[in-house]
């Protein structure tokens, strides 16, 4: 008879950073709005899978990764909540280990040190820093102001991190010209909170016309959206706004931006 299976949340600290005061509530960050894996998810999965944090914070340790258990859990049914499991692991948000396995898994993340772990458990900043997106926000201390390089390195790094995979140029050097432009739309669009850029990059890795993936007009058919693009004035409040968007660009509509742009 084969081992029961067991659940466990991907970056559980994402959304729980504290060990032992956190059971009682979880984190929920606005860029899954803009998140291609989550809007990829049915309505009904996607509300399980959130019914699911609360669950697998309540619990506080591995969950039994049987229907039937869950399903109970979130007042669902059998059958619903195994296509929402299987959804959720090709995605990548939960993984299926054997329970001794998921055992030391769970413990091993748990033992991370306290500075490693997105916040102080016994001594949390009194001020929370702003941008709760995960890995985007500068969470030293919330009196430090960052430096312009610094701000540039974060903005650099969540695009690394996210758009190279779907086909959009890394940034190999950080130049002067982009850390003045890095800095200048962090003040001027971004409000100084460098989860809007989290919000901005993941509208771009939705966006069909950005990523290569749209008809596009003549002069324009290999283009994709770079770095330089993104940090220029004009098309950051473009993309923010929802201007390249598929549910309301089209083509002709997107190409237009472009022009406006200058490309």
Known sequence: MPEPQYLLVRNWDRWQPYKKRGRGW??????LLDDPDFLSLT???QAQFLKLLLCYGRVAGPLPADCGYI???????SNTIGKTLKALEDRNFIELHDRSVAKRLYQERQNVPLEERRGEENNPPKVPPKGDAPDL???GSVNKKPSKREIAEKMVQTWNQILPPLGLP?????TDSRINACHARYREHLGEDLGQWNTLVYRIAASDFLTGKAER?????SWVCDFDFAVKSSSCV????GKYDNRQTTAAAAAAN???DGL
Do not use: D, F
């Open 43 to 45: 309505e009904t999965q």
């Open 238 to 241: 473009k993309i923010l706004e």
């Open 217 to 221: 007009g003549p002069g324009h058919e």
């Open 71 to 77: 399903a109970r859990q979130l007042a669902a049914s």
């Open 137 to 139: 926000g500068l969470n």
């Open 26 to 31: 979880i984190r929920l960050y606005t860029y």
């Open 258 to 260: 472009l022009r406006s």
């Open 170 to 174: 890394a940034v190999v050097k950080l």
